[in-house]
């Protein structure tokens, strides 16, 4: 049977109780003259979200668009991200995590239209606003400064595209092994996507972010998205070695400065000891890394 999706909404939730179905209605209300299909990925959530699920499978109008899926075990939000991205069936995909929800009904169909007219571009997205818990407005324009279209270069080296703005081809055939075990998933899917086109922004605000105390990413500190970016920059380093000089020296510096910021702050705090440690541990490991890159680009 051939498959008529021309668009796929990938969704992922854990503990959305909350929020899931503004999430899931933000969906459902796209107005387009294609199909569209909503895959929700539930990583074993410890709270009511399957039932918010059932419930609207059972009642809503347009609850044949939605596949369900639900983790038998709590898989981690990378694994989730990726199982959910292999569902997806259309020639596009969207996103929108649970917590997240759409305010524009053409939002789909703007974007469509863009890409199918427009081949050399892989990836449009647009301004949203930012929300809390409550639904209170926080921030009208989340992108403000940053509404730019972008070369490939740019999306290789992680330009800043919020998720649940973004629509993209479906041309990622298979993800690297490493992918499952990075911290920032939406700045690797964005380089990634830059082998295939460029990105551009379409001037509308259609989406609501929302922060809250249980946001995967907006409840972490600063001091710990540092550390955590420096091992997602090792992995882009191993990613570029050998295809792309430009980019692997980009993120090498990255990964520099990443490290210094971390062991400064350290010694900002009095942690001299600490810092010796992780100053000794980078270099070393840092070591390591280039000579087995080294050797392992030899026998290449």
Known sequence: ???TVKLSVCMITYGHEKYLRQAIEGVLMQECDF???LIIANDSSPDQTDNVVEDILKSHTKASKIKYFKQDKNIGMMPNF?????QCSGNYIALCEGDDYWTDSLKLQKQVDFLENNLDYVVCYHDCSVVDQFNDLKVISFLQNYKNDY????LKKGAWLPTLTRCFR?????????????NCGDLFLTSFLGSYGKAKYLDFNGACYREHSGGVWSKVDEDLKNKRMISDYRYFCDFYKNQDKEIYQFYKNRLNKSFFKDFKADLSIGNMISSLKKFKLYYSDFLFWAVKNKI???FD
């Open 151 to 154: 070369k490939e270069n740019d």
């Open 296 to 298: 392992k680009k030899y």
């Open 82 to 86: 990726i199982f959910a991205l292999k």
């Open 1 to 3: 049977m051939q498959n």
């Open 170 to 182: 479906n041309v990622i055939q298979e993800f690297p092994s490493f992918y499952e075990k990075v």
């Open 35 to 37: 199909e569209i299909e």
